[in-house]
């Protein structure tokens, strides 16, 4: 059974810095993308960042120059480190794993709420 389990979220300050982690486990033989989506209330859950394996990130423009994606493939755990944070990134942020046990498949998070307070 795989699990990700994320890590970090919190309230903060306008201007302020966060990082979320999340680790993957169970009988995990490969993982393709990982990656951060956020939903707020009344919102669709969207994309914030992805990093695959080769090394490629995706960002939402929105979070361009503000949050990095980060991620250690030996231990199957990425990164979001959000900086110059805004009220409007409050969110619960959840990670993304597309990964093979058997067969490929996309996995998520039970998510970690962030509020900024402005």
């Known amino acids: 059974q795989v699990q990700l389990v994320e890590s970090g979220g919190g309230l903060v300050q306008a201007g302020g810095s966060l990082r979320l982690s999340c680790a993957a486990s169970g009988s995990i033989t490969s993982i393709n993308i990982m990656g951060w989506y956020r939903q707020a209330p009344g919102k669709q859950r969207e994309l914030v960042a992805s990093t695959e394996t080769g090394g490629s990130t995706t960002y939402a423009d929105s979070v361009k120059g503000r949050f990095t994606i980060s991620r250690d493939n030996g231990e199957h755990t990425v990164f979001l480190q959000m900086n110059s944070l805004r009220p409007e990134d409050t969110a619960v942020y959840y990670c993304?794993?597309?990964?093979?046990?058997?067969?490929?498949?996309?996995?998520w998070g039970q998510g970690t709420q962030v509020t900024v307070s402005s």
């Open positions: 993304n794993a597309h990964l093979r046990t058997t067969y490929w498949n996309i996995y």
